[in-house]
């Protein structure tokens, strides 16, 4: 917001101020400092947000210097620090404000961001960078960069990250942020050149490495995540992200076993959190190493008891040892710490209709309805407790609501012709698999196994598909 630098001053002697300031203070002396002296105090307790003594700093500057314009910038910094912009902006835009000083343009220019004004924000930060001779101006084009990706002109914002590099605090922050940026404009192929540009200019720059595997993460090139994200630990053998990205990736693409030896390197190289431990716990389970499994689960939640995905992890273990009542307890407490996983509301559904609570499946069911209704599993999942209840009506009622919702959607047409034809509605069965046949023909595969003795026993259906297997040429 402020600016750490000033010609009248240099580090030594800002520090010496804030040293006496604090003496005064602790003594509970008289305290006296001229305006500017005021002004760079404060710039230290905006940067370590300390209110208290910014709203001190505000009351001594209004007392001692009250005709000093330096005072109402003081006084703009303390509402600032306070999310007050409305209020800061009345003492920012007085006559006698130093608008040659970049200190003022840079809180008018905080001002302005925080009000939602972001070209005014922008031309301020302009005029400081040209009051300052583009000299140690990196802050500032990152601030700059902020407000140009909120009118969504990312080409600028990527200009203005770049011209900020050089000493960014968080480069990581930075570079998920240039990231963002060139994918917003659907420059994968930008992004991946500036950061291996990066890479060469620094091979030991690890944020440049993790950037450039998101970069290949988002693309879902996920051997080639995996390759930078390697080179990153080979540099930082104790990097916990990499570790992390590696295993949820190896996860994905069931490549389990190669996901047990990461995540016992992890654990040699004393890099040990709740998601490691539960990345490995998952590929413990699907590699049938179920007690092991459990073992990581339990020490991910001794680690942090907060930890979703280990209780959603033993869940899982239950409901395949088929034991839903166990697994139902253990996701209740999943559902609980992440409320939005909709995976673990899907997982509770099905373990309760195990349980015959029908009801309670249709809770939760009505639960991802609330939180995501784009999706046609949740229609399918509706129409299957329903008919679990014998209610067949509301199984095509919810068919037809997805329908509606999501257009003709292949999976849930083929459940509802195989409906009809269970009612012995032939006639709407037949119109509506040739519906479903057309949108996608392969999916008759998944039709045949709702029940292949009910299907292939019926000529007028087989041979539909096989007609329209002919003249569609499949």
Same mark, same amino acid.
């Given at each position: 917001?402020?600016?750490?630098?000033?010609?009248?001053?240099?580090?030594?002697?800002?520090?010496?101020?804030?040293?006496?300031?604090?003496?005064?203070?602790?003594?509970?002396?008289?305290?006296?400092?001229?305006?500017?002296?005021?002004?760079?105090?404060?710039?230290?307790?905006?940067?370590?947000?300390?209110?208290?003594?910014?709203?001190?700093?505000?009351?001594?500057?209004?007392?001692?210097?009250?005709?000093?314009?330096?005072?109402?910038?003081?006084?703009?910094?303390?509402?600032?620090?306070?999310?007050?912009?409305?209020?800061?902006?009345?003492?920012?835009?007085?006559?006698?404000?130093?608008?040659?000083?970049?200190?003022?343009?840079?809180?008018?220019?905080?001002?302005?961001?925080? /009000? &939602?004004?972001?070209?005014?924000? !922008?031309?301020?930060?302009? @005029? *400081? #960078? +040209?009051?300052?001779?583009?000299?140690?101006?990196?802050?500032?084009?990152?601030?700059?960069?902020?407000?140009?990706?909120?009118?969504?002109?990312?080409?600028?914002?990527?200009?203005?990250?770049?011209?900020?590099?050089?000493?960014?605090?968080?480069?990581?922050?930075?570079?998920?942020?240039?990231?963002?940026?060139?994918?917003?404009?659907?420059?994968?192929?930008?992004?991946?050149?500036?950061?291996?540009?990066?890479?060469?200019?620094?091979?030991?720059?690890?944020?440049?490495?993790?950037?450039?595997?998101?970069?290949?993460?988002?693309?879902?090139?996920?051997?080639?995540?995996?390759?930078?994200?390697?080179?990153?630990?080979?540099?930082?053998?104790?990097?916990?992200?990499?570790?992390?990205?590696?295993?949820?990736?190896?996860?994905? /693409? &069931?490549?389990?076993?190669?996901? !047990?030896?990461?995540?016992? @390197? *992890? #654990? +040699?190289?004393?890099?040990?959190?709740?998601?490691?431990?539960?990345?490995?716990?998952?590929?413990?389970?699907?590699?049938?190493?179920?007690?092991?499994?459990?073992?990581?689960?339990?020490?991910?939640?001794?680690?942090?008891?907060?930890?979703?995905?280990?209780?959603?992890?033993?869940?899982?273990?239950?409901?395949?040892?088929?034991?839903?009542?166990?697994?139902?307890?253990?996701?209740?407490?999943?559902?609980?710490?992440?409320?939005?996983?909709?995976?673990?509301?899907?997982?509770?559904?099905?373990?309760?209709?195990?349980?015959?609570?029908?009801?309670?499946?249709?809770?939760?069911?009505?639960?991802?309805?609330?939180?995501?209704?784009?999706?046609?599993?949740?229609?399918?999942?509706?129409?299957?407790?329903?008919?679990?209840?014998?209610?067949?009506?509301?199984?095509?009622?919810?068919?037809?609501?997805?329908?509606?919702?999501?257009?003709?959607?292949?999976?849930?047409?083929?459940?509802?012709?195989?409906?009809?034809?269970?009612?012995?509605?032939?006639?709407?069965?037949?119109?509506?698999?040739?519906?479903?046949?057309?949108?996608?023909?392969?999916?008759?595969?998944?039709?045949?196994?709702?029940?292949?003795?009910?299907?292939?026993?019926?000529?007028?259906?087989?041979?539909?598909?096989?007609?329209?297997?002919?003249?569609?040429?499949?």
């Amino acid at each position: 917001m402020g600016f750490d630098d000033d010609s009248f001053f240099d580090d030594y002697e800002i520090q010496e101020l804030i040293n006496k300031f604090e003496d005064q203070l602790n003594s509970q002396q008289s305290i006296y400092f001229d305006a500017d002296e005021l002004n760079l105090i404060m710039e230290h307790y905006i940067q370590n947000n300390d209110i208290g003594k910014i709203n001190l700093i505000a009351d001594l500057a209004s007392k001692y210097h009250s005709y000093n314009p330096i005072t109402n910038l003081i006084i703009a910094k303390k509402f600032l620090s306070n999310q007050n912009a409305k209020e800061a902006l009345k003492y920012l835009t007085g006559d006698d404000m130093p608008i040659q000083d970049p200190d003022y343009q840079l809180s008018l220019g905080y001002c302005y961001s925080l /009000l &939602d004004e972001h070209r005014k924000s !922008i031309s301020a930060y302009k @005029e *400081a #960078i +040209r009051l300052l001779n583009d000299e140690n101006c990196d802050d500032i084009y990152n601030s700059m960069a902020l407000e140009y990706i909120m009118i969504s002109n990312y080409e600028k914002a990527i200009d203005c990250f770049k011209r900020g590099l050089r000493i960014s605090q968080d480069l990581n922050e930075q570079y998920i942020e240039i990231t963002n940026c060139y994918f917003n404009l659907d420059k994968a192929d930008d992004a991946i050149d500036f950061f291996n540009k990066e890479v060469d200019k620094n091979p030991y720059n690890i944020d440049a490495w993790m950037a450039l595997g998101n970069c290949y993460l988002r693309l879902h090139l996920l051997e080639k995540a995996v390759e930078q994200y390697e080179y990153a630990l080979a540099i930082n053998p104790r990097l916990t992200k990499a570790y992390t990205n590696i295993l949820t990736i190896l996860n994905e /693409l &069931d490549k389990y076993q190669d996901t !047990i030896e990461t995540a016992r @390197e *992890a #654990i +040699r190289n004393n890099v040990k959190t709740p998601l490691i431990y539960c990345l490995y716990g998952e590929a413990l389970s699907k590699t049938s190493n179920k007690i092991d499994a459990l073992k990581y689960f339990k020490l991910a939640i001794e680690m942090d008891e907060n930890t979703a995905e280990a209780h959603a992890g033993i869940a899982f273990i239950f409901s395949e040892e088929n034991d839903p009542a166990t697994a139902v307890k253990f996701l209740e407490k999943a559902r609980e710490l992440a409320p939005g996983n909709t995976d673990y509301l899907y997982v509770l559904a099905e373990e309760n209709n195990k349980l015959g609570k029908y009801d309670t499946s249709l809770k939760y069911l009505k639960e991802i309805e609330s939180i995501f209704p784009y999706d046609a599993n949740l229609y399918i999942a509706l129409m299957e407790v329903y008919i679990l209840m014998d209610d067949v009506d509301n199984a095509i009622k919810s068919v037809h609501k997805g329908l509606k919702l999501l257009g003709r959607n292949a999976a849930l047409l083929y459940r509802l012709a195989f409906i009809y034809f269970v009612q012995e509605d032939k006639e709407l069965g037949m119109l509506t698999l040739e519906e479903a046949l057309n949108i996608d023909y392969e999916g008759h595969v998944e039709f045949i196994d709702f029940d292949p003795e009910f299907v292939l026993n019926n000529m007028e259906i087989v041979n539909l598909i096989n007609d329209y297997k002919t003249t569609n040429k499949k």
